[in-house]
């Protein structure tokens, strides 16, 4: 019965002696990130489209050109609206230092009529992560 006393006392020693002073190996879990692997940052060529006079019904789309023009590869995670009648479409696939790419967005006028105005929220990897697009649309209807 005393040695096994001695042994928690001994175990339990050793636990506060490596843990509880703050010293001992606790640096080696910490991830490690190295700067030399650079940064991608996306550069839109325009961050906004106007359709001008659209038929309501009609179904239209843009291309927003952009870059990158960091130093190591761009990837577009999402890329969101403010409403279901405009979708994006883009590559998922990594875009390497100094290469273009396009992101199609296509907006439907059905059930649209007047000024429109949509948001489209590009999240990617980029040093600055978040870009935000404007398209825009006068919908006219028959009457008009």
Do not use: W
């Amino acid at each position: 019965m005393n040695k096994i006393l001695v042994l928690l006392i001994v175990v339990a020693s050793l636990v506060y002696s490596n843990c509880g002073s703050g010293k001992g190996n606790l640096n080696d879990n910490k991830v490690t990130v190295r700067s030399d692997t650079g940064t991608s940052k996306i550069i839109f060529k325009e961050y906004e489209h106007n359709f001008g006079r659209v038929a309501e019904g009609e179904k239209v789309a843009c291309l927003f050109e952009f870059e990158n023009s960091g130093t190591s590869d761009l990837v577009i995670y999402s890329a969101t609206t403010t409403c279901g009648c405009t979708v994006p479409e883009y590559s998922t696939k990594p875009l390497a230092p100094g290469a273009s790419g396009t992101l199609e967005v296509l907006f439907d006028t059905s059930g649209r009529e007047g000024k429109q105005t949509k948001t489209i929220t590009v999240n990617s990897n980029s040093k600055v992560p978040v870009a935000l697009l404007t398209i825009s649309a006068e919908v006219v209807t028959n009457n008009n």
